[in-house]
């Protein structure tokens, strides 16, 4: 990420994707294709690691952010809103919360 070598770091991604089949790394995948600019892709991958483990709250976090980005505010809301409800004592709710009042009232 911080050496702009996402297109080359992408395909090393996708193969351990497949290989572990873990939320982490299907969330590091979408990472990475968020980073890229393929915000679409990147929530589908967030999707898949979130089906793979819903208690994963980092994919959450970014899967919130990938919404917003791509102008889908509500369902990021809608994101948040069901992090901090499954997860309302875990260490990632301040930062769910604080994602949610970025994004404004609704």
Same mark, same amino acid.
């Given at each position: 990420?911080?050496?702009?070598?996402?297109?080359?770091?992408?395909?090393?991604?996708?193969?351990?994707?497949?290989?572990?089949?873990?939320?982490?790394?299907?969330?590091?995948?979408?990472?990475? /294709?968020?980073? &890229? #600019? %393929?915000?679409? @892709? !990147?929530?589908?991958?967030?999707?898949? *690691? =979130? +089906?793979?483990?819903?208690?994963?709250?980092?994919?959450?976090?970014?899967?919130?952010?990938? /919404?917003?980005? &791509? #102008? %889908?505010?509500? @369902? !990021?809301?809608?994101?948040?809103?069901? *992090? =901090? +409800?499954?997860?309302?004592?875990?260490?990632?709710?301040?930062?769910?919360?604080?994602?949610?009042?970025?994004?404004?009232? %609704?």
């Amino acid at each position: 990420q911080r050496l702009g070598r996402g297109d080359e770091a992408l395909p090393l991604l996708e193969a351990l994707a497949a290989a572990e089949n873990s939320a982490a790394a299907l969330s590091d995948r979408a990472i990475c /294709l968020h980073l &890229l #600019g %393929r915000s679409s @892709e !990147a929530v589908e991958s967030f999707r898949l *690691a =979130l +089906a793979r483990d819903a208690r994963f709250w980092p994919a959450h976090l970014s899967l919130g952010a990938a /919404l917003a980005g &791509l #102008g %889908r505010l509500d @369902e !990021a809301r809608a994101v948040y809103d069901a *992090a =901090l +409800a499954a997860g309302p004592g875990t260490q990632w709710a301040p930062r769910f919360e604080s994602a949610r009042a970025a994004l404004g009232a %609704r």
